[in-house]
């Protein structure tokens, strides 16, 4: 059985009516150091300060988001080697999915019973060392993608059936309703998957391509868990950028949901009822090869790599009736594979794909 150190629920607020300001240098609170194969996926536990990272060797970790140490080490692929695509927490904390072109796995993350005689915040947590795998194949399938579902109940994940894609969900108990595979069938080949993080909510948004006709497909956005499944933006989403990542985002408040394709930057107001319509935004003057979505409208990017050039970041307000700069920061890095924000919006995540490190910035200091 895998031990690490819980840390206790902390929540550091953003004080109301603050910004981030501009910096030409991040403040580096911490340096994540140990990966393989570089960096290829983050996620940060909503609930608690634990940052997890996954490599392209197919390994994920956890560390406390404030100091930076590590964890726990899991192997989440069989067989292990294959390039970690997506990572993901429920909204209360306690499920964490990850997977790849070889399988899509859950681990169950849970708190301890009190234990007095253990000092505070010291307390274990522990992750099966057996996760609970909900969708392993045979050999690799570069369409295999999923995630687990913001209430926990279930987690999605797409597979290939022949020539057709197949968007499927499971349940991880009897009691909570019977497996589904008729989500979406035969229509759809998603590239990057999300779930928002409403511990109420079972929605999932899916970007890939939706079937136009028999011969030719088109980028688009779908979305499952909140009844029938629905697609938009077909025609108006941009495809991916050949050689580049490509990511979707729900913000951890739920309000915005962002692509990119390697190069554009879309993005989507999310309702009350999070049934999200229409055609995607486009973020003016973006270039982005990596994106992500913060609290309060914010949007984080990471420059396209020029050759002999470091990658810089990008931080942008889109809440307003036109988007603006908040901050530009420069990097000692060559290129920057993903991102991801802390749930009160005062850290930022930053993959780097050449050296396996994670450096996390404290973006309330100047």
Excluded at 117 to 133: D, H
Excluded at 277 to 298: M, R
Aim: proline letters at 6%; aromatic letters at 6%; glycine letters at 10%.
């Amino acid at each position: 059985m895998r031990h690490a150190v819980w840390i206790g629920v902390v929540a550091v607020l953003v004080n109301g009516g603050s910004a981030l300001a501009q910096d030409k240098k991040p403040v580096v609170v911490a340096k994540l150091e140990g990966h393989r194969g570089g960096v290829s996926a983050l996620a940060f536990n909503p609930k608690v300060s634990v940052v997890a990272t996954g490599s392209g060797n197919g390994v994920v970790r956890l560390w406390e988001a404030k100091t930076g140490e590590l964890l726990t080490r899991m192997d989440a692929q069989k067989p292990t080697g294959a390039r970690i695509n997506q990572l993901g927490f429920a909204a209360d904390g306690t499920l964490l999915s990850a997977s790849s072109r070889n399988a899509v796995v859950v681990w169950d993350i849970v708190p301890p019973k009190k234990d007095t005689t253990v000092p505070p915040g010291k307390e274990p947590f522990v992750g099966r060392a057996n996760p609970i795998v909900f969708e392993d194949g045979q050999g690799t399938d570069t369409a295999k993608i999923g995630i687990v579902t913001g209430d926990g109940k279930r987690a999605y994940f797409s597979t290939a059936e022949g020539v057709r894609i197949t968007v499927s969900s499971r349940t991880f108990a009897p009691r909570l309703g019977a497996d589904t595979s008729d989500d979406l069938k035969g229509g759809f080949t998603p590239w990057a998957v999300t779930a928002i993080s409403d511990p109420d909510s079972a929605l999932v948004a899916l970007y890939g391509s939706v079937k136009a006709t028999d011969k030719t497909e088109s980028p688009a956005v779908a979305f499952v868990g909140l009844g029938d499944a629905k697609v938009v933006g077909k025609g108006t989403v941009r495809a991916p950028v050949a050689g580049r990542p490509v990511s979707i985002a729900f913000a951890p408040d739920g309000k915005w949901l962002v692509a990119c394709n390697g190069e554009d930057v879309m993005y989507w107001r999310v309702p009350g009822s999070q049934v999200v319509e229409g055609d995607p935004k486009i973020l003016p003057n973006s270039s982005a090869y990596a994106a992500t979505a913060g609290p309060k409208g914010l949007i984080a990017f990471a420059s396209i790599p020029e050759v002999g050039k470091k990658a810089k970041v990008t931080i942008t307000d889109v809440s307003s009736v036109q988007p603006k700069v908040v901050a530009v920061y420069s990097t000692n890095m060559d290129r920057i594979s993903t991102l991801a924000f802390s749930p009160d919006g005062t850290l930022l995540a930053v993959g780097n794909d050449t050296e396996g490190i994670v450096e996390l910035w404290n973006l309330e200091k100047k």
